[in-house]
């Protein structure tokens, strides 16, 4: 693989890694909704220049700008509600051990709705990722266990994560005859419109938010929304999806180490063997 694919890929997804802490910092001073609408508002900004320059020469079809914004409602502003809301209830290290999920996910709604197989690998890989997600929402056995004091929490995150499955779902039909940037661009446009909506009169606080708040939304429009976004698709122009694939494994292990560093998040033995039951699943759908 390229040196530079190497940069593309490990700076995005370390970029990606990281959200869910730097975004416990933005809900010091915004609400979910209003934390959401600046993330996707100021993201949708810095793809202007860019919608632009990659803008395809043939037209987009009206059945692909449906799905479009489809994505943009289901795919990205519904999995983004439920996890900033989710995190606001719960910690950082658990968000990033349940995005494991997503893959598995994509998984079952193929087989569902796309009329692809589902092979005894992919009900493995199903079966780890449900049975660790149970583990670190109950904080043991399912049988022997009882609901945490961040359960909801847990849950939303849950949630979250199966819904991200939604977005690569809708474009992947999408994505033959659309760049990858331009959906990413308009997905994006498209979601800051209901965020607006929810977030109402909280779409800025009362109070003027504390510097750490502020500098934390700054990285998840730059840094996140913008940057990762843009450096996984020059990443996806250089080597095959399967291949980008195997570097989503970074972003749980990333979020999980700095929740535990920078959060003080607990990591406890049942949330750990949760995440490798997740992770495992996650190597079974590569295979």
């Known amino acids: 693989m390229p040196p530079q694919a190497w940069l593309f890929l490990l700076g995005g997804n370390l970029l990606s890694g990281s959200s869910y802490v730097t975004m416990t910092y933005v809900l010091r001073g915004f609400s979910p909704s209003a934390a959401v609408f600046w993330r996707l508002f100021l993201g949708a900004l810095l793809f202007t220049p860019v919608i632009r320059r990659y803008w395809p020469a043939q037209p987009i079809s009206r059945g692909d700008w449906l799905r479009i914004a489809a994505a943009g409602l289901f795919g990205l502003t519904l999995p983004l509600t439920l996890g900033t809301m989710g995190l606001k209830l719960s910690?950082?290290?658990?968000?990033?051990?349940?995005?494991?999920?997503?893959?598995?996910?994509?998984?079952?709604?193929?087989?569902?709705?796309?009329?692809?197989?589902?092979?005894?690998?992919?009900?493995?890989?199903?079966?780890?990722?449900?049975?660790?997600?149970?583990?670190?929402?109950?904080?043991?056995?399912?049988?022997?266990?009882?609901?945490?004091?961040?359960?909801?929490?847990?849950?939303?995150?849950?949630?979250?994560?199966?819904?991200?499955?939604?977005?690569?779902?809708?474009?992947?039909?999408?994505?033959?005859?659309?760049?990858?940037?331009?959906?990413?661009?308009?997905?994006?446009?498209?979601?800051?419109?209901?965020?607006?909506?929810?977030?109402?009169?909280?779409?800025?606080?009362?109070?003027?938010?504390?510097?750490?708040?502020?500098?934390?939304?700054?990285?998840?429009?730059?840094?996140?929304?913008?940057?990762?976004?843009?450096?996984?698709?020059?990443?996806?122009?250089i080597v095959p999806a399967s291949t980008l694939a195997q570097f989503i494994f970074l972003q749980p292990l990333i979020g999980v180490v700095l929740g535990v560093l920078l959060q003080h998040d607990p990591l406890t033995s049942w949330s750990a063997a949760g995440g490798a039951l997740i992770l495992s699943g996650v190597i079974l759908t590569t295979r």
């Not at 904080?139 to 977005?167: E, K, M, N, V």
């Not at 606080?205 to 510097?211: K, N």
Request: charged residues 5%; hydrophobic residues 60%; proline residues 6%.
């Open 91 to 237: 910690t950082a290290t658990n968000a990033s051990l349940m995005l494991g999920l997503e893959p598995v996910a994509i998984f079952v709604f193929s087989a569902l709705f796309l009329g692809e197989a589902m092979t005894a690998v992919k009900m493995g890989a199903i079966f780890c990722g449900l049975f660790g997600s149970s583990l670190i929402v109950l904080q043991g056995l399912p049988w022997q266990a009882h609901l945490t004091a961040h359960w909801r929490g847990d849950l939303l995150l849950f949630l979250h994560a199966i819904c991200w499955s939604l977005y690569s779902l809708l474009g992947k039909s999408v994505l033959r005859r659309v760049p990858p940037v331009i959906f990413s661009s308009l997905t994006t446009a498209i979601a800051v419109v209901p965020m607006a909506l929810a977030a109402g009169a909280s779409i800025w606080p009362a109070v003027t938010p504390p510097p750490a708040a502020l500098a934390g939304l700054a990285f998840q429009a730059l840094g996140v929304t913008f940057g990762a976004t843009l450096l996984w698709n020059k990443g996806l122009e």
